[in-house]
């Protein structure tokens, strides 16, 4: 099993940048497809960017652009780097794994996700 913590979180202003990173440790990151959700209050947990097996990306309409995903094996972490935040962008960010290779059209779906970090609380002020 792999063990997910997040960090990175804060409070912006609109337009700001921030970096999430999700450090692993019992399993190489190298096995699993990754991503990063976030979950604003009274909403559903959304997919924001995804990373396969493979090493390909995927990205949220409303993030594309903006964020983007990487993952360094050597150090067993996981980053979303944000830019261009907006106050909607506002949520708790989820990191998660799997060791299923998904497709690219299910990267995003929290529900094929068996494991999730704790989160990391991301505010952007207007």
């Known amino acids: 099993q792999v063990q997910l913590v997040e960090s990175g979180g804060g409070s912006v202003q609109a337009g700001g940048s921030l970096r999430l990173s999700c450090a692993a440790s019992g399993s190489s990151f190298s096995r699993y497809s990754v991503g990063w959700f976030r979950q604003a209050p009274g909403k559903e947990r959304e997919g924001v960017a995804g990373?396969?097996?493979?090493?390909?990306?995927d990205y949220g309409n409303s993030v594309r652009g903006r964020f983007s995903i990487s993952q360094d094996n050597t150090k067993n972490t996981l980053y979303l780097q944000m830019g261009s935040l907006k106050p909607e962008d506002t949520g708790m960010y989820y990191c998660?794994?799997?060791?299923?290779?998904?497709?690219?059209?299910?990267?995003?779906?929290?529900?094929?996700?068996?494991?999730w970090g704790q989160g990391t609380q991301v505010t952007v002020s207007s």
């Open positions: 998660a794994a799997t060791e299923l290779r998904l497709s690219w059209w299910s990267r995003l779906i929290p529900g094929r996700y068996d494991y």
């Open positions: 990373i396969g097996t493979d090493g390909s990306t």
